[in-house]
């Protein structure tokens, strides 16, 4: 939990805060059971390069229809030293065998700019099946 926490305060390192290790594992604590991180070291073992993150929605049953879920891809980061080396396309691979293994219908996800290009190499397109209202 210390190194993913470590990862996500590196990620948004115009901000620290004390204590944030502990507040990070407590809510990681609460998503046990819809969440999986996957995380990429190197190695030499020299603690966390990346990580991908994917949470699990479980869709009401339908009868008749087998259930179903599906995935919702967060919080992807690497390093930048270790960017360009596969790091990101080997752990976006272990989250997309882990939604075919979950039986998942889709995995959706909200890239930033700069990662729609990654992801378009990896298959994905414009989730043209979803709606959103932006809350804030």
Known sequence: MAELARLREHWHRESTEEGFADRFAEWFAGQRGSR?????????????????????????PRPGQPDTRWGYLSNAFVLPGHRDHGVGRALLDAVLAHARERGCVRVVLSPSDRAVPFYAR???????????????
Not at 122 to 132: D, E, K, Q, S, V
Request: charged letters at 10%; hydrophobic letters at 60%.
């Open 36 to 60: 999986v991180a996957f995380v990429a070291e190197p190695d030499s073992g020299a603690g966390l390069i990346g990580m991908m993150h994917l949470a699990v929605f479980e869709r009401m």
């Open 122 to 136: 990896a298959g994905f397109g414009p989730a043209t099946m979803l709606m959103a209202q932006v809350l804030e």
